[in-house]
């Protein structure tokens, strides 16, 4: 009879018990992910929430958690400098917040830096074991950024060579897109986007006189648009042929007679600084041609933007415009100078940061461009 029954059980009902045990499944399954998003959420954060129940320490997580950290920073620095009796491990918290920051601006070494303090710390075995992994991580992002470090043992600087001297006072740029009718060309929105950055370059070399005590330098930036008629191939833009083809299709389109009547105009006889960039979107590799040093009649000077950076490592860019723009003003790089791998880490002739907002000018740099004394470095600087 209840074999009967049952067999008689309407498929619907069959149904629906087979549909609730499924829903109890995914119910347990939901309730087992959120626990395990939960989990790994906390494992993730571990490091930001080793310091308990202090809350200027909840205040720093809270404000990473935001997203803001830039203040984040600033107070784990305010409070490891202030006298309070922190212990080992808060201090090593403190150290190990300001590495992870220091880390996404790509500033490895000030990571290291923090991971060093916190191991000189006397703080327990596992933890000790811990911070070395980490450092040794941090070690190995350093090593593996030197595709060039060991190419040379000196700094030559071109110190007030060209007609790009010192980045003072008021400097012209003109900024040329270069196009031919075959394969290298510019969308109206690329080149908003390259005047965009364009822009941030020069408003962080103001920010950046004034950590130098200068005042800051003023830009007018003019642009403009020349179409080659060749094609643009990386080699011509690297020969001297270029300058001689380029100039006066740009003078042409300036109104100007010669190269040298316009920089008078365009500098009041030389009162003004001029740098001159041209902007191939081509795939190959930026470069500054400066003058040399004490040379009195060069006037081929500019830089040239080649970035396949258009498209993929859009964040390059001013960080690219600023970095080949210091070449003009005699800076020279150091990303290539074997003695210089732990020295300017952040300056921009050196290593790359996330943003240029990150990157910064060292007094080498600052040195070399007129904006400070001769410092003491770890290799020679060619005078
Ligand atoms: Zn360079």
């Not at 491990?89 to 303090?117: F, M, N, P, V």
């Not at 400097?171 to 040329?176: E, S, T």
């Not at 300056?347 to 400070?372: C, K, V």
Request: hydrophobic share 40%.
């Amino acid at each position: 009879m209840a074999r009967f029954k049952e067999a008689k059980q309407p498929l619907l009902f069959r149904a629906f018990g087979v549909i609730w045990s499924l829903s109890k499944f995914t119910f347990w399954l939901f309730i087992a992910l959120v626990l395990l998003i939960k989990l790994s959420e906390t494992g993730q954060s571990a490091k930001f929430k080793a310091a308990g129940e202090n809350p200027d320490f909840k205040q720093i997580a809270d404000l990473l958690d935001a997203g803001h950290e830039a203040p984040a920073l600033a107070f784990t620095k305010q409070l490891l400098a202030s006298s309070t009796a922190f212990s080992s491990l808060e201090r090593c918290w403190l150290l190990q917040t300001q590495g992870e920051i220091y880390l996404k601006r790509r500033h490895h070494h000030l990571a290291r830096e923090a991971a060093d303090s916190c191991l000189a710390l006397d703080i327990a075995d596992n933890h000790r074991y811990e911070v070395l992994q980490w450092r040794n991580d941090i070690q190995q992002r350093i090593d593996s950024h030197q595709p060039e470090r060991y190419l040379f043992k000196s700094y030559v600087n071109l110190r007030e060579s060209g007609f790009a001297k010192q980045m003072q006072g008021e400097i012209v740029v003109l900024y040329i897109y270069l196009e031919d009718n075959l394969w290298q060309g510019w969308s109206g929105a690329q080149r908003y986007m390259m005047q965009q950055y364009m822009e941030q370059a020069t408003l962080w070399y103001q920010q950046q006189a004034q950590v130098f005590q200068q005042p800051p330098p003023k830009f007018d930036v003019h642009y403009y648009y020349v179409q080659t008629g060749r094609g643009i191939s990386a080699n011509w833009l690297r020969s001297e042929q270029f300058f001689a083809d380029a100039a006066p299709l740009l003078l042409e389109q300036m109104g100007f007679r010669s190269w040298q009547q316009m920089h008078n105009l365009m500098t009041g006889n030389g009162k003004k600084q001029l740098a001159v960039i041209f902007h191939s979107n081509l795939e190959a590799r930026s470069f500054a041609s400066s003058c040399p040093k004490q040379s009195t009649d060069c006037k081929i000077e500019y830089v040239m933007l080649t970035e396949e950076s258009l498209v993929a490592n859009r964040w390059l860019v001013p960080q690219v415009q600023a970095h080949e723009m210091a070449h003009l003003f005699g800076a020279a790089d150091l990303y290539n100078i074997s003695a210089a791998k732990d020295y300017a880490s952040t300056d921009l002739m050196n290593y790359l940061s996330a943003e240029l907002q990150y990157a910064e000018i060292a007094p080498i740099t600052a040195w070399a461009i007129g904006w400070g004394p001769k410092p003491t470095a770890p290799f020679e600087l060619e005078e």
